[in-house]
């Protein structure tokens, strides 16, 4: 049973305050108690002495978890939790899934926010037992034991801050705990104390420096342009001698030699130039195109000819037949 007193100030604008006094044994003394209509200091008041709910996650906090995704879950926890390195370091990586999935394990469960709060703080105190304590798995069982006193018990006068489970609701915890931290204690013990070995990789590599783009050396792949816009607009002008330009100036000057040799070639290309054909009349092409056609067909015609002949004599040895075994009958 759960006695509530409720004092408020007669003062206009003034919060009330209530008083709740919980009265009864066990589970029981608190499934009247809405946790979601208390806040944070009121949820603490409603404890008895050494309970383990409202340790690491508040009331509000819990409240919102149970509303939020999984991804929102461990994404809060992370802040709650300052695992803020998780992408990073393994540790904190390890820690985070374990949290997460021990809230949601006991959030579908059924768990009330009273007893979600206590059961992250088992979990927490459990694996600080082994990080600061170094406990071994037996001392972090009996800690378990001892954390389990006074559930489904008729006194309360010891309590091991738990009492607000049922013997069921302990059983789970038992076994969950079991398999998710005892059967791997090992592995915790080293992750939280074992010597991880520094092991720095390096690899040396000789680099071959381009040398500078001076010839005879070319430019690297990255300056690299095509030929002919470098030398547009990028190549130096050529330097030309005073001989070199009388050489080409005399080229310049056609003379008699070079004008004869263009005459000689005018004339060839204009006999090139001649129709080969103007001398070529229809009756010369009529004949061209008998010979090609008798040359061509003339293979082809006779090809047909013997394979209608096959075909025929098959087709008369097959009528044949047919009249054999009709006079037979």
């Known amino acids: 049973m759960a006695n509530t007193t409720v ?3 007669g003062k206009k604008g003034k919060t009330s305050h209530a008083t709740i006094q919980i009265m009864g044994k066990g589970q029981d003394a608190y499934k009247d108690i809405n946790w979601k209509t208390l806040s944070d200091e009121e949820a603490r008041n409603l404890e008895k002495e050494g309970s383990l709910a409202w340790k690491i996650l508040s009331n509000s906090q819990t409240q919102a978890l149970q509303d939020m995704t999984v991804e929102d879950v461990e994404k809060k926890l992370a802040v709650i939790l300052e695992l803020t390195n998780s992408s990073t370091d393994p540790q904190d990586a390890i820690l985070l899934d374990y949290y997460t999935v021990g809230f949601w394990w006991a959030k579908e469960e059924g768990f009330t926010s009273q007893q979600l709060s206590a059961f992250i703080t088992v979990l927490n105190r459990l694996l600080e037992n082994i990080k600061d304590k170094n406990y071994s798995l037996s001392e972090n069982i009996s800690d378990l034991k001892s954390m389990m006193v006074g559930i489904g018990a008729d006194s309360v006068e010891a309590s091991g801050g738990l009492d607000f489970l049922d013997v069921e609701q302990a059983i789970k915890i038992s076994d969950y705990i079991k398999s998710s931290l005892f059967q791997h204690h090992r592995m915790y013990e080293f992750m939280f104390h074992g010597q991880r070995k520094e092991e720095i990789i390096g690899t040396e590599l000789c680099v071959e420096t381009l040398p500078a783009a001076n010839v005879p050396f070319p430019a690297p792949l990255d300056e690299g342009l095509v030929e002919d816009m470098y030398n547009e607009y990028i190549a130096p002008p050529e330097a030309f001698d005073e001989s070199e330009n009388e050489e080409l100036a005399k080229s310049a000057t ?6 004869t040799e263009k005459k000689d070639e005018e004339v060839l290309k204009v006999q090139v130039e001649v129709d080969p054909l103007n001398d070529v009349t229809a009756d010369d092409v009529k ?7 008798a040359e061509m067909f003339g293979n082809l015609q006779i090809d047909v000819t013997r394979k209608l002949r096959e075909r025929e004599v098959e ?3 097959r009528i044949n037949k047919i009249h054999k075994v009709a006079e037979t009958t």
């Open 254 to 259: 056609p003379n008699e030699e070079q004008l």
């Open 287 to 293: 004949r061209m195109f008998d010979i090609v056609s």
């Open 7 to 9: 004092k408020g100030s």
């Open 315 to 317: 087709i008369i040895t």
